[in-house]
């Protein structure tokens, strides 16, 4: 069910501290770690504590948490010291989109040029 820990969803896990992780920052509805396999300098996940599938999926039944989510990602970038440089906000939505755990998240990449366009 949206918004229930899944239990056998990987980033469920990683909030309940059942998987470890890098966290890099955590709210009362956000957790930020360090993706395992990284495709910048700088590459966080930043996850809502609730379990939705996707990004729309989160942002129809919980919009602050999804305004949570991309504020953090401001925050994280601040933090990462690449706010000057700029930054990308990646929100994969399904499998052909490239989206490999089924957990609403936000990749936040940076401390490389981004070509345009993606993909």
């Given at each position: 069910m949206?918004?229930?820990?899944?239990?056998?969803?990987?980033?469920?896990?990683?909030?309940?501290?059942?998987?470890?992780?890098?966290i890099?920052?955590?709210?009362?509805t956000?957790?930020?770690?360090?993706?395992?396999?990284?495709?910048?300098?700088?590459?966080?996940?930043?996850i809502?504590?609730?379990?939705?599938?996707?990004?729309?999926?989160?942002?129809?039944?919980?919009?602050?948490?999804?305004?949570?989510?991309?504020?953090?990602?401001?925050?994280?970038?601040?933090?990462?010291?690449?706010?000057?440089?700029?930054?990308?906000?990646?929100?994969?939505?399904?499998?052909?989109?490239?989206?490999?755990?089924?957990?609403?998240?936000?990749?936040?990449?940076?401390?490389?040029?981004?070509?345009?366009?993606?993909?």
């Amino acid at each position: 069910m949206a918004g229930e820990p899944q239990p056998d969803c990987l980033f469920c896990k990683i909030v309940s501290g059942e998987i470890p992780a890098t966290i890099v920052r955590e709210t009362e509805t956000t957790v930020a770690f360090r993706d395992i396999n990284p495709q910048a300098p700088t590459h966080v996940l930043v996850i809502p504590r609730l379990h939705h599938a996707d990004a729309a999926s989160l942002a129809a039944a919980e919009p602050a948490v999804a305004a949570d989510v991309l504020r953090e990602a401001g925050n994280v970038a601040a933090d990462e010291k690449i706010t000057e440089t700029g930054y990308r906000i990646v929100l994969n939505t399904g499998a052909g989109a490239g989206q490999t755990v089924f957990h609403a998240h936000a990749h936040v990449l940076g401390g490389r040029g981004m070509q345009w366009p993606p993909g």
